[in-house]
Nanobody
Framework: QVQLVESGGGLVQPGGSLRLSCTAS????????MGWFRQAPGKQRELVAT???????NYADSVKGRFTISRDNIEPRVDLQMTSLKPEDTAVYYC???????????????WGQGTQVTVSS
């Protein structure tokens, strides 16, 4: 079983910054991709940013230039640095990972419990 533990959410004023972190625990697996999704009230969950082992990143258009995703392959941990935050960034942010178990083919997806980010004055 893989567990994802998130931290770093909270309340911030428009234009402010927050950093989210997510650490994966477990054993005998390799990570294919780690990333962040978010879900605002009344809306579907949407991709924010992802990063693969080689470092290639993918961002939603709405956060390009404001958010930066990074990854520590040793720990393993994924961070999301959010700057120039807007009220429309308010949502529950979920960490996500896609892994392959050692000796197996195929992949499994896991989600964190979610952390609230509120951007408001």
């Amino acid at each position: 079983q893989v567990q994802l533990v998130e931290s770093g959410g909270g309340l911030v004023q428009p234009g402010g910054s927050l950093r989210l972190s997510c650490t994966a625990s477990g054993s005998d697996f390799s990570i294919n991709v780690m990333g962040w999704f978010r879900q605002a009230p009344g809306k579907q969950r949407e991709l924010v940013a992802t990063i693969i082992g080689g470092g290639r990143t993918n961002y939603a258009d709405s956060v390009k230039g404001r958010f930066t995703i990074s990854r520590d392959n040793i720990e393993p941990r994924v961070d999301l640095q959010m700057t120039s935050l807007k009220p429309e960034d308010t949502a529950v942010y979920y960490c996500h990972t896609d892994i392959t178990r050692t000796g197996f083919v195929g992949s499994e997806a896991y989600w964190g419990q979610g952390t609230q980010v509120t951007v408001s004055s």
